[in-house]
């Protein structure tokens, strides 16, 4: 069964400070990977998306890496700022139409 | 661009009663989707139209779920009688046809059913 974790499930942090969220996933076979940003009240909106052959990709003060060899991906967030508080959601992409959601880290980002 | 347009953004009713909620998808887009999200189960895809035509609707619940997209600017969801376990977000997505296009998605219906 396709599957998609993520980790933590919530994360606090002061503002200025780097965090990095984690994805590991399970489906196969495996066409991109994704990650949205969540504000509370909103739809999600793409951030990035990385195919089997890019291991590292940059959206200004966000950087995903993908390592498809471990199916692991994770989201680093340079220099957090207050808007950066919001759910962060995995999501991979496998032949096809099909896409399998992660739960999502809610991050959350303290003055 | 507009973005996917959703309407309502909030909806309160009763056990039994018909809801619809309906969406725009961004013009030129080839691909709507409907989602539902929750707490528990995060998102979960309920139904996808290409060029207007149902593709899979293995997500939708149950025969109280109908979606249908009669022109490719416009799609509803239907929940006909509605109950309280379908209280939850729903959220309208467009992509267009390209193997690596973002979803873009409206900002939702939050559909309280007490």
């Known amino acids: 069964k396709n599957q998609v974790e993520q980790s933590p499930q919530s994360l606090i942090i002061l503002e200025g400070k780097n965090c990095t969220l984690q994805c590991n996933y399970t489906v196969s076979p495996f066409s991109n990977l994704r990650w949205y940003k969540q504000d509370t009240g909103r739809g999600p909106v793409s951030l990035t998306i990385?195919?089997?052959?890019?291991n590292t990709k940059s959206n200004g003060r966000y950087t995903a890496t993908l390592d498809a060899d471990t199916k692991q991906s994770s989201l680093h967030i340079t220099a957090s700022q207050l808007s950066d508080s919001a759910s962060y959601i995995c999501?991979?992409?496998?032949?096809?139409?099909?896409?399998?959601f992660g739960t999502g880290t809610r991050l959350a980002v303290r003055p | 661009d507009a973005g996917v347009i959703q309407s309502p953004r909030h909806e309160v009713t009763e056990m039994g009663q018909e809801v619809t909620l309906r969406c725009k998808p961004i013009s030129g887009h080839d691909y709507l989707f409907w989602y539902r999200q929750t707490m528990m189960r995060g998102l979960e895809l309920l139904i996808y139209f290409n060029n207007n035509v149902p593709i899979d609707d293995s997500g939708m619940p149950e025969d109280r779920f109908s979606a249908k997209m009669p022109n490719a600017s416009f799609s509803t969801l239907k929940i006909q009688p509605s109950e309280p376990r379908d209280s939850a977000v729903y959220f309208c997505a467009s992509s267009p046809d390209r193997p690596s296009s973002p979803l873009h998605f409206g900002n939702g219906t939050r559909l309280t059913v007490t």
């Open positions: 990385m195919t089997f052959s890019e």
């Open positions: 999501v991979v992409k496998s032949s096809g139409d099909k896409l399998t």
